[in-house]
Every structure is written in structure tokens, then in C-alpha cells.
């Protein structure tokens, strides 16, 4: 059945704004892209296929401005209806104008996102088919696709000590109630994801938490989603977000390494892998590329949330990311394995408080597409160049040689191993590593 077009095809929410195009490096036009040119081919794929782009609809749509100390700055004009579904209804307006104007292919939800507030689980899972038929509609007639789905565990009260991880079982019922609603609205919409962001799965004390229940029960409830997804038919990958703290002092999703221990111990390695985030790489400790080397070498990439952090407080402040070499080192280490396949790049970043106007968010997207787009034409040179990876394989060239070959022969044994040394005088010797000649050859090579 043909969706009804939208009663607000005649409003325009970003009348200042004409569809964002590429005008080239040259451009002095704030409102262009100087590098995103989505049709160029780069490392044999198209820019846009490469980077899969998403707006998220959180962060640009729902939030008004409010932080902790103050009220919302930003006065919406789709937050202006006093009633929920027309304030509902004209912000899916706004933002598929925002996701055509803007050109990139996909976007993101929660499924309190895109619904009006619900009092209760009847309601919410009422207002959430609404919304997706109301969005099946827009995909339609806009050819944007949903990069993925996923339900909010962690703003509701009722999920203040957790979702699925809650020591309550009704509210876990209610959580798996979203998480199977959600996932299910996520496949009629074709998303190539679904995401388990973990907001309140972990603990604020120990003092009051049973820490291998509440895992044990993580794993059984992560289980279940697989099984309801492979039931389903959904052919999208299942994605947990790695986060170690905030809101919750310790989370059990901590990051990548911490979640293939939670797939490992529960057996579904495989079954579900990793949406990195910048931000939350940063807030534990770890780099970018080291998040995404990680899930490389585990076999657990899946998605990212482009965002960055503030270098001095830490904070998860979700900001544009627009450090062109970070990123470069990322695809460095992504896009040798083969880069994206179901997962893409969602902004999840947003404007600061201070930048109120509509346009804003504009210039915050075009900034964050640019440095994107940037960095993946960076990469294409130092990957093209084979610098790195010579490098790689000369370091590691013994192990392909006779001593290499033996030490990792299934039938050695330690004693026979260690005796090596002395018996054959091997010494071992140093190599430079040259660290500092690998970076200039990163920062030659940017674009
Ligand atoms: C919060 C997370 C959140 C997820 C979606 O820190 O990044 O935005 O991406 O729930
Ligand atoms: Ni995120
Ligand atoms: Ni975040």
C-alpha cells in the first residue's frame, strides 16, 4: 500500500537552507561540502558507500538544549505544539527535511525518539507502530534508509538501576518488551542494525549490586535478542555500544575488549558485534583506532558513532568530530579488513548549547561530513602507499622463518622452546621501531 505523503510537504523548518552540495576545496561556501564528494571512488568503493553516513535523530532532533544547570536554549519550531503527537509528527517532518537537504543516506533512532511521550508500555508500543508506518513513508518517498534502531533503557525512572540488567524482573519484562517492539519496527524499516546501548547495565556501588547475577543475566538477555532476531528474519547485525562509565560509575559494556569477555562467556561470538564511539573509546583510556583495531582483530566491528570528546574535562560531551588525523588512524586500522559492510558512520554529536540557530546544526553535520570524508582520502594514500604494511611485514618476517615456524609448532612445549636460546646461541637482537618516522609519514599524507 503507497504511504500517504506527510501534511507538512508544504513547511519548510530550514527555509534559510538549500540541499547541501559538493562545491570543492575552492569553496567558501560554509553551506557545501569541500570534500565529500560522494560519487568519487576511493580504494575502489564510492566515497558514500565507503562511509555509509547517518544523522542521528537524538541528539538533532529531540534534544532542546538543556543541560543540568539550565533550561532548553534552542526554542525548535517542532517542539512548539503543546500537542505530543503534532510535536511528534512535526519533528519527523524536520528531520527527513534535515536528512534531504543535508544528502546523506541513512539515519538513527531510539524508539522515544520518534514516538510521543508514553506513560506506559501499552502506549509506547502503540506510538512506536504509529511511527514506524509514519516512517516507512518518508523512507519511501525520500530513499533514506535507517542505519539502525534501538530502544532507550535508561531514561525512564523505572531504569534508574538498569534495563536488562535490572535486579527487578518487571522491569527487565518491560525492557525486553521495547528491546523486541523496537527490533521489530527496526526490521519492517529495513535498518541494516540494530544497537544494545548498555545506558544503565552496570552499577553505581558494589555495596547494593550482585555482579555475576546481573552478568549472567546480561548474557541470557543478550541470548534471547539473537534468538528473537534469527526468528524474525531481521539480517542486520546485532551491535552492543562499549561505554565504561557515565551515566553509571562502572558499565558492563566498558569497551571492546570487555564485551568479547561478556560474547566469549556467553557464547556469542559471532552473533553480535561492536558500534564504537569515539567519545566513549576516549572515557576509557583507550584511542580511537585502538577501539577499531580491537574489533578488527577480534572479528567484532560493526558500526560507529562519529563523534569526539573534550580534550580537558573527558566528559562524553558528544561534540563534531573534526580532527582529521584521529580519524585518519581509525580508517587506517578499518579499512585494510574491508572496511563497513552493514555498519556506517552516525553523527552521533551535537551542536553546542550555545549554538541555537536551526542552521547550526547544518554547519555542525557539514563540518563533521567534511573531516569524515577528509580523513578517508588520507587513509587512501597511506594505505595506497604500502608504507605501513611493508613496515608491518618486515617487523614480523621471522615468523615465517625456521625459529618462528618452530616456536608456534602445535607440538612444542615450553622446556623445548626456552632451551633454544642457549642451545643455539641466539641472543636477540634490537630493530628500531621507528615510531617517529611512521607518524611524519601519516601527518605527509594528509588531506
Ligand atoms: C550515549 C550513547 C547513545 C547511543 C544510543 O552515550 O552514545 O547515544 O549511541 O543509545
Ligand atoms: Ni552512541
Ligand atoms: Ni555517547
Request: glycine share 8%; with cysteine.
Amino acid at each position: 500500500m503507497p504511504h500517504p505523503s506527510s501534511s507538512y510537504d508544504d513547511v519548510s523548518f530550514f527555509p534559510e537552507v538549500d540541499p547541501i552540495i559538493f562545491k570543492g576545496p575552492g569553496s567558501d561556501d560554509p553551506l557545501s561540502y569541500q570534500y565529500y564528494d560522494k560519487g568519487r571512488t576511493v580504494l575502489g568503493r564510492r566515497m558514500e558507500d565507503h562511509l555509509r553516513m547517518a544523522v542521528c535523530y537524538w541528539h538533532t532532533f529531540c534534544w532542546d538544549g538543556f543541560d543540568i544547570f539550565g533550561a532548553g536554549t534552542f526554542s525548535r519550531a517542532w517542539h512548539q505544539p503543546t500537542d505530543l503527537v503534532e510535536a511528534a509528527d512535526q519533528k519527523m517532518a524536520a528531520a527527513f527535511e534535515f536528512f534531504e537537504k543535508l544528502g546523506l543516506p541513512y539515519y538513527c533512532f531510539h524508539d522515544v525518539d520518534i514516538t510521543p511521550p508514553s506513560p506506559n508500555p501499552d502506549d509506547l508500543a502503540r506510538n512506536l507502530v504509529r511511527a514506524a508506518d509514519h516512517l516507512a513513508g518518508y523512507q519511501e518517498r525520500s530513499g533514506k534508509k535507517l542505519l539502525w534502531g534501538t530502544a532507550n533503557l535508561f531514561s525512564h525512572p523505572r531504569y534508574a538501576a538498569g534495563g536488562l540488567t535490572n535486579p527487578d524482573p518487571e522491569v527487565v519484562a518491560c525492557a525486553l518488551r521495547q528491546v523486541r517492539d523496537c527490533l521489530n519496527a527496526t526490521h519492517q524499516l529495513g535498518g541494516a542494525n540494530y544497537v544494545l546501548w548498555g545506558g544503565r547495565e552496570g552499577y553505581d556501588t558494589l555495596l547494593n549490586t550482585d555482579l555475576r547475577r546481573e552478568r549472567e543475566h546480561l548474557g541470557r538477555f543478550l541470548s534471547l535478542v539473537v534468538e528473537h532476531k534469527h526468528k524474525i528474519g531481521f539480517k542486520g547485525k546485532i551491535l552492543i555500544e562499549p561505554k565504561p562509565h557515565e551515566p553509571m560509575y562502572h558499565q558492563y559494556d566498558f569497551d571492546t575488549a570487555t564485551i568479547y569477555g561478556l560474547l566469549k562467556q556467553f557464547d556469542l561470538c559471532g552473533e553480535v558485534h561492536v558500534n564504537i564511539e569515539p567519545n566513549h573509546a576516549t572515557l576509557s583510556g583507550h584511542s580511537f583506532a585502538h577501539e577499531i583495531a580491537t574489533a578488527v582483530s577480534l572479528d567484532m566491528m560493526g558500526s560507529i558513532d562519529i563523534n569526539c570528546g573534550n580534550a580537558q574535562n573527558g566528559w562524553d560531551t558528544d561534540q563534531f568530530n573534526l580532527d582529521v588525523r584521529d580519524i585518519t588512524l581509525a580508517l587506517v586500522e578499518l579499512l585494510p579488513s574491508g572496511g563497513l559492510d552493514t555498519g556506517g558512520f552516525n553523527f552521533d554529536a551535537k551542536v553546542r548549547r550555545q549554538s541555537s540557530h536551526p542552521t547550526d546544526l547544518f554547519y555542525g553535520h557539514i563540518g563533521g561530513v567534511d573531516a569524515l570524508a577528509r580523513a578517508l582520502l588520507s587513509a587512501e594514500k597511506i594505505i595506497e602507499a604500502g608504507v605501513l604494511e611493508s613496515f608491518k611485514a618486515d617487523r614480523y618476517s621471522g615468523w615465517s622463518q625456521d625459529l618462528g615456524a618452530k616456536l608456534l609448532h602445535e607440538a612444542a612445549d615450553l622446556d623445548h622452546l626456552a632451551d633454544h636460546a642457549s642451545a643455539n646461541g641466539v641472543n636477540g637482537s634490537h630493530h628500531s621501531g621507528r615510531q617517529e618516522y611512521l607518524e611524519a609519514f601519516v601527518n605527509r599524507n594528509l588531506v
